[in-house]
Protein backbone atom coordinates (compact mmCIF):
# COMPACT_ATOMS: atom_id res chain seq x y z
CA UNK A 1 0.00 0.00 0.00
CA UNK A 2 1.33 3.31 -1.03
CA UNK A 3 2.50 5.53 1.99
CA UNK A 4 0.37 8.06 0.45
CA UNK A 5 -2.91 6.45 1.01
CA UNK A 6 -4.77 8.41 3.86
CA UNK A 7 -7.55 7.09 5.46
CA UNK A 8 -11.01 9.67 5.62
CA UNK A 9 -10.41 12.58 8.32
CA UNK A 10 -12.42 11.91 11.52
CA UNK A 11 -13.76 8.66 11.20
CA UNK A 12 -12.92 6.05 14.05
CA UNK A 13 -11.32 2.73 12.95
CA UNK A 14 -11.16 -0.24 15.12
CA UNK A 15 -8.37 -1.56 13.75
CA UNK A 16 -6.40 1.27 15.41
CA UNK A 17 -6.05 -0.08 19.34
CA UNK A 18 -6.22 3.91 20.74
CA UNK A 19 -9.92 4.21 19.00
CA UNK A 20 -10.97 0.69 20.33
CA UNK A 21 -9.82 2.17 23.77
CA UNK A 22 -11.89 4.99 23.68
CA UNK A 23 -14.60 3.40 21.97
CA UNK A 24 -15.47 0.96 24.87
CA UNK A 25 -14.87 3.94 27.73
CA UNK A 26 -18.17 5.87 26.45
CA UNK A 27 -19.98 3.19 25.37
CA UNK A 28 -19.56 1.93 29.04
CA UNK A 29 -20.08 5.64 30.49
CA UNK A 30 -23.31 5.27 28.49
CA UNK A 31 -24.27 2.07 29.80
CA UNK A 32 -23.84 2.88 33.33
CA UNK A 33 -26.05 6.25 32.62
CA UNK A 34 -28.94 4.65 30.98
CA UNK A 35 -28.78 2.19 34.51
CA UNK A 36 -28.71 4.70 36.40
CA UNK A 37 -32.01 6.53 34.66
CA UNK A 38 -33.82 3.62 34.75
CA UNK A 39 -32.87 2.51 38.31
CA UNK A 40 -33.43 6.57 39.73
CA UNK A 41 -37.42 5.66 37.74
CA UNK A 42 -38.07 2.67 39.45
CA UNK A 43 -37.16 4.65 42.87
CA UNK A 44 -38.93 7.27 42.53
CA UNK A 45 -42.09 5.28 41.82
CA UNK A 46 -41.61 3.70 44.91
CA UNK A 47 -41.35 7.12 47.02
CA UNK A 48 -44.47 8.06 45.17
CA UNK A 49 -45.67 4.92 46.21
CA UNK A 50 -44.65 4.99 49.78
CA UNK A 51 -46.02 8.99 50.10
CA UNK A 52 -49.69 7.74 49.03
CA UNK A 53 -49.61 5.01 51.31
CA UNK A 54 -53.04 6.55 53.47
CA UNK A 55 -54.68 7.47 50.49
CA UNK A 56 -55.40 3.65 49.33
CA UNK A 57 -57.98 4.71 46.04
CA UNK A 58 -55.47 7.14 44.96
CA UNK A 59 -52.60 4.98 45.64
CA UNK A 60 -54.23 1.96 43.33
CA UNK A 61 -54.77 3.73 40.54
CA UNK A 62 -51.75 6.18 40.64
CA UNK A 63 -49.24 3.06 40.88
CA UNK A 64 -50.94 1.16 38.95
CA UNK A 65 -51.02 3.03 35.76
CA UNK A 66 -47.42 4.36 36.38
CA UNK A 67 -46.96 0.44 37.41
CA UNK A 68 -48.00 -0.30 33.53
CA UNK A 69 -46.50 2.60 31.94
CA UNK A 70 -42.91 1.74 33.70
CA UNK A 71 -43.50 -2.06 32.63
CA UNK A 72 -43.70 -0.88 29.16
CA UNK A 73 -40.88 1.65 29.19
CA UNK A 74 -38.79 -1.44 30.30
CA UNK A 75 -40.17 -3.83 27.73
CA UNK A 76 -39.43 -0.93 25.40
CA UNK A 77 -36.15 -0.01 26.51
CA UNK A 78 -34.97 -4.15 26.07
CA UNK A 79 -36.23 -3.91 22.50
CA UNK A 80 -34.03 -0.12 22.35
CA UNK A 81 -31.42 -1.33 24.02
CA UNK A 82 -30.86 -4.56 21.62
CA UNK A 83 -30.95 -2.32 18.96
CA UNK A 84 -28.51 0.02 20.25
CA UNK A 85 -26.29 -2.53 21.43
CA UNK A 86 -26.44 -3.78 17.52
CA UNK A 87 -26.23 -0.41 16.18
CA UNK A 88 -23.16 1.06 17.54
CA UNK A 89 -20.78 -1.94 17.32
CA UNK A 90 -22.45 -1.86 13.45
CA UNK A 91 -21.71 1.84 13.06
CA UNK A 92 -18.18 1.41 13.83
CA UNK A 93 -17.65 -1.54 11.63
CA UNK A 94 -19.04 0.01 8.37
CA UNK A 95 -16.46 3.34 9.69
CA UNK A 96 -13.79 0.65 9.76
CA UNK A 97 -15.10 -0.63 6.79
CA UNK A 98 -15.10 2.63 4.87
CA UNK A 99 -11.46 3.43 6.24
CA UNK A 100 -10.07 0.34 4.86
CA UNK A 101 -12.19 0.71 1.62
CA UNK A 102 -10.99 4.14 1.26
CA UNK A 103 -7.50 3.31 1.62
CA UNK A 104 -7.99 0.57 -0.85
CA UNK A 105 -9.20 2.85 -3.43
CA UNK A 106 -5.97 5.55 -2.79
CA UNK A 107 -3.83 2.59 -3.01
CA UNK A 108 -5.31 2.28 -6.71
CA UNK A 109 -5.04 5.79 -8.20
CA UNK A 110 -1.56 5.62 -6.28
CA UNK A 111 -0.39 2.52 -8.30
CA UNK A 112 -2.23 4.00 -11.55
CA UNK A 113 -0.16 7.14 -11.12
CA UNK A 114 3.15 5.96 -10.08
CA UNK A 115 3.04 3.01 -13.42
CA UNK A 116 3.02 6.23 -16.03
CA UNK A 117 5.48 8.50 -13.81
CA UNK A 118 8.99 9.36 -14.79
CA UNK A 119 10.12 12.24 -16.57
CA UNK A 120 9.45 12.10 -20.31
CA UNK A 121 11.42 11.48 -23.46
CA UNK A 122 11.49 14.92 -25.81
CA UNK A 123 13.21 14.74 -28.71
CA UNK A 124 13.77 18.63 -29.97
CA UNK A 125 14.20 18.92 -33.90
CA UNK A 126 17.53 19.70 -34.96
CA UNK A 127 18.60 23.48 -36.20
CA UNK A 128 20.51 24.25 -39.16
CA UNK A 129 22.91 27.18 -38.07
CA UNK A 130 24.83 29.84 -39.59
CA UNK A 131 26.39 33.03 -39.01
CA UNK A 132 26.52 37.11 -40.49
CA UNK A 133 28.40 39.95 -40.49
CA UNK A 134 25.84 42.61 -40.00
CA UNK A 135 27.02 46.00 -39.40
CA UNK A 136 25.39 48.31 -36.59
CA UNK A 137 26.02 52.07 -35.58
CA UNK A 138 26.45 53.34 -32.02
CA UNK A 139 27.04 56.76 -30.96
CA UNK A 140 30.23 57.41 -28.48
CA UNK A 141 31.78 60.09 -26.95
CA UNK A 142 35.35 61.32 -27.83
CA UNK A 143 37.29 64.48 -26.13
CA UNK A 144 34.42 65.84 -25.15
CA UNK A 145 32.33 65.42 -28.82
CA UNK A 146 29.75 62.38 -29.82
CA UNK A 147 31.15 60.69 -32.19
CA UNK A 148 29.29 57.61 -34.54
CA UNK A 149 30.69 54.98 -35.01
CA UNK A 150 30.03 52.24 -37.88
CA UNK A 151 31.21 48.88 -37.25
CA UNK A 152 30.00 45.48 -37.78
CA UNK A 153 29.06 42.22 -35.42
CA UNK A 154 28.28 38.59 -35.77
CA UNK A 155 24.54 37.06 -35.84
CA UNK A 156 23.85 34.07 -35.37
CA UNK A 157 21.03 32.66 -38.20
CA UNK A 158 19.29 29.23 -38.58
CA UNK A 159 18.09 28.22 -42.08
CA UNK A 160 14.67 26.29 -42.14
CA UNK A 161 14.53 22.61 -42.57
CA UNK A 162 13.52 21.46 -45.98
CA UNK A 163 12.25 18.21 -45.19
CA UNK A 164 11.52 16.03 -42.13
CA UNK A 165 11.10 12.16 -42.35
CA UNK A 166 10.66 10.84 -39.10
CA UNK A 167 9.63 7.14 -37.47
CA UNK A 168 9.52 6.27 -33.96
CA UNK A 169 8.72 2.78 -32.47
CA UNK A 170 8.43 2.58 -29.43
CA UNK A 171 7.89 -0.33 -26.90
CA UNK A 172 7.16 -1.05 -23.58
CA UNK A 173 8.08 -2.90 -20.45
CA UNK A 174 7.73 -2.67 -16.52
CA UNK A 175 9.85 -1.46 -13.84
CA UNK A 176 9.78 -4.45 -11.34
CA UNK A 177 10.91 -2.45 -8.53
CA UNK A 178 8.66 0.93 -8.76
CA UNK A 179 6.26 -0.83 -10.73
CA UNK A 180 6.41 2.19 -13.85
CA UNK A 181 6.38 1.85 -17.23
CA UNK A 182 9.55 2.53 -19.58
CA UNK A 183 10.07 3.14 -23.11
CA UNK A 184 12.47 1.94 -25.43
CA UNK A 185 12.77 4.33 -28.28
CA UNK A 186 14.24 3.84 -31.65
CA UNK A 187 14.40 6.85 -33.73
CA UNK A 188 15.26 7.47 -36.96
CA UNK A 189 15.09 10.55 -38.49
CA UNK A 190 16.18 11.63 -42.32
CA UNK A 191 16.02 15.97 -42.15
CA UNK A 192 16.63 17.54 -45.92
CA UNK A 193 18.44 20.80 -46.00
CA UNK A 194 18.79 23.14 -49.08
CA UNK A 195 20.98 26.37 -48.97
CA UNK A 196 18.85 29.27 -50.28
CA UNK A 197 21.57 31.52 -49.93
CA UNK A 198 23.41 33.44 -52.12
CA UNK A 199 26.59 34.33 -50.21
CA UNK A 200 26.83 31.67 -47.17
CA UNK A 201 27.83 28.41 -47.32
CA UNK A 202 29.10 27.30 -43.73
CA UNK A 203 26.79 25.61 -41.73
CA UNK A 204 26.21 24.24 -38.05
CA UNK A 205 24.18 20.81 -37.55
CA UNK A 206 23.05 20.75 -34.38
CA UNK A 207 21.17 18.38 -33.37
CA UNK A 208 20.99 17.30 -29.60
CA UNK A 209 19.89 13.78 -28.16
CA UNK A 210 16.89 13.80 -26.41
CA UNK A 211 15.99 14.66 -22.71
CA UNK A 212 14.88 12.59 -20.14
CA UNK A 213 16.30 9.03 -20.69
CA UNK A 214 17.95 7.12 -18.56
CA UNK A 215 19.82 4.90 -21.41
CA UNK A 216 21.24 6.34 -24.69
CA UNK A 217 22.86 4.00 -27.22
CA UNK A 218 23.66 4.01 -30.50
CA UNK A 219 23.51 7.81 -31.18
CA UNK A 220 24.73 8.84 -34.75
CA UNK A 221 24.24 11.34 -37.33
CA UNK A 222 25.04 10.62 -40.76
CA UNK A 223 25.30 13.11 -43.58
CA UNK A 224 24.31 11.84 -47.05
CA UNK A 225 25.93 8.18 -45.47
CA UNK A 226 28.62 8.98 -44.04
CA UNK A 227 29.19 9.24 -40.16
CA UNK A 228 29.98 12.32 -38.56
CA UNK A 229 32.10 12.50 -35.44
CA UNK A 230 31.66 15.44 -33.00
CA UNK A 231 34.61 17.75 -32.37
CA UNK A 232 34.07 17.65 -28.54
CA UNK A 233 32.65 15.11 -25.82
CA UNK A 234 29.16 16.08 -25.29
CA UNK A 235 29.15 18.56 -27.98
CA UNK A 236 26.26 17.57 -30.74
CA UNK A 237 27.27 20.45 -33.12
CA UNK A 238 28.23 19.26 -36.35
CA UNK A 239 30.10 21.91 -39.02
CA UNK A 240 29.31 21.31 -42.37
CA UNK A 241 29.57 23.04 -46.03
CA UNK A 242 26.78 23.69 -48.30
CA UNK A 243 27.01 25.82 -51.43
CA UNK A 244 24.00 27.79 -52.69
CA UNK A 245 21.24 26.26 -54.17
CA UNK A 246 23.04 22.69 -53.36
CA UNK A 247 20.95 20.35 -50.76
CA UNK A 248 22.43 17.54 -48.63
CA UNK A 249 20.43 15.07 -46.10
CA UNK A 250 21.06 14.48 -42.61
CA UNK A 251 20.16 10.96 -40.66
CA UNK A 252 19.97 10.88 -37.14
CA UNK A 253 19.33 7.85 -35.43
CA UNK A 254 19.36 6.63 -31.65
CA UNK A 255 17.94 3.64 -29.15
CA UNK A 256 16.78 5.48 -25.66
CA UNK A 257 15.00 4.37 -22.75
CA UNK A 258 12.67 6.57 -21.01
CA UNK A 259 9.92 7.43 -19.24
CA UNK A 260 5.94 6.38 -20.38
CA UNK A 261 5.73 9.11 -22.54
CA UNK A 262 7.50 10.02 -26.09
CA UNK A 263 7.35 13.78 -27.50
CA UNK A 264 8.50 15.49 -30.26
CA UNK A 265 9.10 19.45 -29.88
CA UNK A 266 9.36 21.79 -32.94
CA UNK A 267 11.08 24.21 -30.83
CA UNK A 268 9.23 26.87 -32.34
CA UNK A 269 10.86 26.16 -35.75
CA UNK A 270 8.47 26.33 -39.08
CA UNK A 271 8.35 23.43 -40.37
CA UNK A 272 7.86 22.14 -43.72
CA UNK A 273 7.31 19.11 -45.52
CA UNK A 274 6.72 17.16 -42.09
CA UNK A 275 5.99 13.81 -41.85
CA UNK A 276 6.39 12.07 -38.38
CA UNK A 277 5.67 8.15 -38.05
CA UNK A 278 5.38 6.91 -34.16
CA UNK A 279 4.32 3.32 -33.68
CA UNK A 280 3.79 2.28 -30.35
CA UNK A 281 3.99 -1.35 -29.70
CA UNK A 282 1.71 -1.40 -26.68
CA UNK A 283 -2.02 -1.04 -25.64
CA UNK A 284 -2.88 1.01 -24.56
CA UNK A 285 -1.97 3.94 -26.72
CA UNK A 286 -2.94 7.58 -27.34
CA UNK A 287 -1.13 10.98 -28.74
CA UNK A 288 -0.51 13.80 -26.28
CA UNK A 289 -0.37 17.39 -26.54
CA UNK A 290 -4.08 17.33 -28.07
CA UNK A 291 -2.50 17.72 -31.74
CA UNK A 292 -4.91 14.78 -33.74
CA UNK A 293 -2.30 12.95 -36.28
CA UNK A 294 -3.57 12.56 -39.49
CA UNK A 295 -4.16 9.22 -39.75
CA UNK A 296 -4.11 6.46 -36.77
CA UNK A 297 -3.98 2.75 -37.68
CA UNK A 298 -4.60 0.33 -34.86
CA UNK A 299 -3.02 -3.79 -35.99
CA UNK A 300 -3.91 -5.68 -32.24
CA UNK A 301 -1.94 -4.10 -29.80
CA UNK A 302 0.17 -1.74 -32.01
CA UNK A 303 -1.19 1.29 -32.79
CA UNK A 304 0.41 3.39 -35.88
CA UNK A 305 0.28 7.24 -35.24
CA UNK A 306 0.52 9.47 -38.45
CA UNK A 307 1.41 13.51 -38.78
CA UNK A 308 1.92 14.70 -42.16
CA UNK A 309 2.08 18.59 -43.67
CA UNK A 310 3.33 18.92 -47.00
CA UNK A 311 3.53 22.89 -46.77
CA UNK A 312 4.86 24.64 -43.75
CA UNK A 313 3.23 24.50 -40.47
CA UNK A 314 3.49 26.36 -36.99
CA UNK A 315 3.33 24.03 -33.83
CA UNK A 316 3.39 25.22 -30.64
CA UNK A 317 2.73 22.32 -28.61
CA UNK A 318 5.40 18.67 -29.20
CA UNK A 319 3.98 15.81 -30.54
CA UNK A 320 3.76 12.46 -28.97
CA UNK A 321 2.55 9.27 -27.22
CA UNK A 322 1.81 8.11 -24.13
CA UNK A 323 0.41 5.57 -22.19
CA UNK A 324 -3.32 5.76 -21.93
CA UNK A 325 -4.33 3.99 -19.23
CA UNK A 326 -7.74 3.26 -17.84
CA UNK A 327 -9.33 5.58 -15.87
CA UNK A 328 -10.70 4.63 -12.20
CA UNK A 329 -14.57 6.04 -12.19
CA UNK A 330 -16.77 5.71 -9.23
CA UNK A 331 -13.83 6.44 -6.16
CA UNK A 332 -15.90 6.95 -2.75
CA UNK A 333 -19.11 5.15 -3.69
CA UNK A 334 -18.51 2.40 -1.16
CA UNK A 335 -16.97 4.31 1.67
CA UNK A 336 -20.20 6.58 1.21
CA UNK A 337 -22.59 3.88 1.35
CA UNK A 338 -21.03 2.29 4.69
CA UNK A 339 -21.10 5.70 6.36
CA UNK A 340 -24.88 5.74 5.67
CA UNK A 341 -25.42 2.04 6.05
CA UNK A 342 -26.48 2.79 10.09
CA UNK A 343 -29.08 5.03 9.09
CA UNK A 344 -30.53 2.51 6.77
CA UNK A 345 -29.96 -0.47 8.76
CA UNK A 346 -32.34 1.90 11.29
CA UNK A 347 -34.82 2.41 8.59
CA UNK A 348 -34.96 -1.72 7.74
CA UNK A 349 -35.78 -2.42 11.65
CA UNK A 350 -38.47 -0.06 12.11
CA UNK A 351 -39.99 -1.25 8.94
CA UNK A 352 -39.87 -4.77 10.19
CA UNK A 353 -41.05 -3.61 13.48
CA UNK A 354 -44.05 -2.01 11.60
CA UNK A 355 -44.62 -4.76 10.09
CA UNK A 356 -43.69 -8.37 11.72
CA UNK A 357 -43.52 -9.39 15.31
CA UNK A 358 -39.97 -9.05 16.09
CA UNK A 359 -38.09 -10.92 19.42
CA UNK A 360 -35.08 -10.52 20.44
CA UNK A 361 -33.78 -13.01 18.26
CA UNK A 362 -34.79 -12.26 14.71
CA UNK A 363 -33.51 -9.06 15.58
CA UNK A 364 -30.24 -10.36 16.22
CA UNK A 365 -30.17 -12.45 13.59
CA UNK A 366 -31.50 -9.59 10.90
CA UNK A 367 -28.56 -7.06 12.08
CA UNK A 368 -26.27 -9.61 11.84
CA UNK A 369 -27.32 -11.21 7.96
CA UNK A 370 -27.17 -7.07 7.60
CA UNK A 371 -23.82 -6.33 8.72
CA UNK A 372 -22.34 -9.35 7.19
CA UNK A 373 -23.74 -9.24 3.65
CA UNK A 374 -22.18 -5.05 3.84
CA UNK A 375 -18.95 -6.53 4.60
CA UNK A 376 -19.01 -9.23 2.12
CA UNK A 377 -19.87 -6.24 -0.37
CA UNK A 378 -16.77 -4.45 0.52
CA UNK A 379 -14.57 -6.68 -0.37
CA UNK A 380 -16.43 -8.47 -3.20
CA UNK A 381 -16.62 -4.69 -4.90
CA UNK A 382 -13.35 -5.25 -5.43
CA UNK A 383 -12.82 -7.90 -7.39
CA UNK A 384 -16.56 -7.15 -9.82
CA UNK A 385 -18.68 -4.35 -10.17
CA UNK A 386 -19.94 -3.13 -7.30
CA UNK A 387 -23.77 -3.39 -8.47
CA UNK A 388 -23.49 -6.44 -9.45
CA UNK A 389 -21.74 -7.60 -6.54
CA UNK A 390 -24.96 -6.35 -4.28
CA UNK A 391 -27.80 -7.78 -7.07
CA UNK A 392 -26.21 -11.22 -6.05
CA UNK A 393 -25.99 -10.51 -2.07
CA UNK A 394 -29.36 -9.03 -2.10
CA UNK A 395 -30.97 -12.39 -3.67
CA UNK A 396 -28.90 -14.25 -0.37
CA UNK A 397 -30.23 -11.56 1.76
CA UNK A 398 -34.12 -11.92 0.65
CA UNK A 399 -33.48 -15.92 0.83
CA UNK A 400 -32.42 -15.72 4.31
CA UNK A 401 -35.09 -12.99 5.55
CA UNK A 402 -37.88 -15.36 4.51
CA UNK A 403 -37.43 -17.37 7.63
CA UNK A 404 -38.20 -14.10 9.80
CA UNK A 405 -42.41 -14.71 9.24
CA UNK A 406 -43.58 -17.56 10.59
CA UNK A 407 -46.22 -18.21 7.82
CA UNK A 408 -46.32 -17.20 3.95
CA UNK A 409 -48.22 -14.26 4.67
CA UNK A 410 -45.86 -13.16 7.40
CA UNK A 411 -42.48 -14.29 5.51
CA UNK A 412 -44.15 -12.05 1.62
CA UNK A 413 -43.93 -9.09 4.40
CA UNK A 414 -40.84 -9.69 5.32
CA UNK A 415 -39.35 -9.87 1.80
CA UNK A 416 -41.29 -6.62 1.11
CA UNK A 417 -40.14 -4.85 3.74
CA UNK A 418 -36.70 -5.81 3.00
CA UNK A 419 -36.95 -5.02 -0.28
CA UNK A 420 -38.18 -1.43 0.26
CA UNK A 421 -35.92 -1.23 3.28
CA UNK A 422 -32.78 -2.32 2.63
CA UNK A 423 -31.88 -3.75 -1.13
CA UNK A 424 -32.86 -1.08 -2.85
CA UNK A 425 -31.70 1.83 -0.50
CA UNK A 426 -28.05 0.10 -0.94
CA UNK A 427 -28.83 -0.35 -4.30
CA UNK A 428 -29.42 3.45 -4.75
CA UNK A 429 -26.32 4.37 -3.25
CA UNK A 430 -24.62 2.31 -5.48
CA UNK A 431 -25.91 3.84 -8.69
CA UNK A 432 -25.76 7.22 -10.15
CA UNK A 433 -29.58 7.63 -10.09
CA UNK A 434 -29.37 8.03 -6.35
CA UNK A 435 -32.02 10.61 -5.68
CA UNK A 436 -34.03 8.66 -7.65
CA UNK A 437 -33.92 5.13 -6.16
CA UNK A 438 -34.10 6.47 -2.97
CA UNK A 439 -36.92 8.37 -3.48
CA UNK A 440 -38.81 4.56 -5.19
CA UNK A 441 -37.91 2.75 -1.90
CA UNK A 442 -39.08 5.76 0.43
CA UNK A 443 -42.19 5.43 -1.59
CA UNK A 444 -42.80 1.57 -1.48
CA UNK A 445 -42.48 1.82 2.13
CA UNK A 446 -44.84 4.20 2.98
CA UNK A 447 -47.23 2.63 0.05
CA UNK A 448 -46.58 -0.68 1.91
CA UNK A 449 -46.78 0.87 5.78
CA UNK A 450 -49.84 2.43 4.20
CA UNK A 451 -51.44 -0.81 3.00
CA UNK A 452 -50.36 -2.73 5.98
CA UNK A 453 -52.11 -0.76 8.42
CA UNK A 454 -54.79 1.89 7.60
CA UNK A 455 -56.79 -0.06 4.34
CA UNK A 456 -56.16 -3.86 5.72
CA UNK A 457 -55.20 -5.32 2.04
CA UNK A 458 -52.65 -7.03 3.60
CA UNK A 459 -53.14 -8.91 6.89
CA UNK A 460 -50.76 -11.44 8.37
CA UNK A 461 -51.81 -15.23 9.31
CA UNK A 462 -54.02 -15.24 12.58
CA UNK A 463 -50.86 -17.19 14.33
CA UNK A 464 -49.02 -14.16 13.78
CA UNK A 465 -51.68 -11.29 14.64
CA UNK A 466 -51.66 -13.58 17.96
CA UNK A 467 -48.12 -13.00 18.65
CA UNK A 468 -48.25 -9.54 17.77
CA UNK A 469 -51.41 -9.35 19.69
CA UNK A 470 -49.13 -11.23 22.62
CA UNK A 471 -46.20 -8.73 22.13
CA UNK A 472 -48.34 -5.79 22.39
CA UNK A 473 -51.11 -6.32 24.76
CA UNK A 474 -52.57 -2.73 24.91
CA UNK A 475 -53.39 -3.19 20.67
Known sequence: MSSSAQGIPGLPDLTHPIELVQFG????????????????LGVAIALISFSLRRSQPEQVIFIGEWAVRYSQLLRGLQHLTLVLVLLVPGFFLCSTLSNRYHYWEQARVAQVAESVAGEKLEQFAPQVRYSIREPYTYNTQVAGKIVKVNETREITRFLMLAGSQIQVKLDQS???????????????????????????????????????????????????????????????????????????????????????????????????????????????????????????KVDGRSTQFTWK?????????????????????????????????PAIFLWWILLLYLSLPMSFKNIAIAASIFFACLLTLTYLARAINPQLAWTLISII??????????????????????????????????????????????????VWLAVRHWYGWYSLHPEDQRLQAQKNPKD
Do not use: M
Open 25 to 40: TQALKASLLLVFLIVA
Open 174 to 296: VDVPGRSSIYRANYTADYKVVNQLKDINNFFFEAPPPNGYTLLESYKIERDGTRLQPTNAGDYNFPFRLQPGEETTFRVTYQAQGGPRWVYSATGQLLSNFRLIAIANFAPADFASGIVPNEI
Open 309 to 341: FDDNVSVKNPFGVFTNTEPIRHTGVIPRLLLLA
Open 397 to 446: LLILTWGLGSSRSASLAAIVVTIAGAVLPIFGLLVPFSGLTLSLAGLLSA
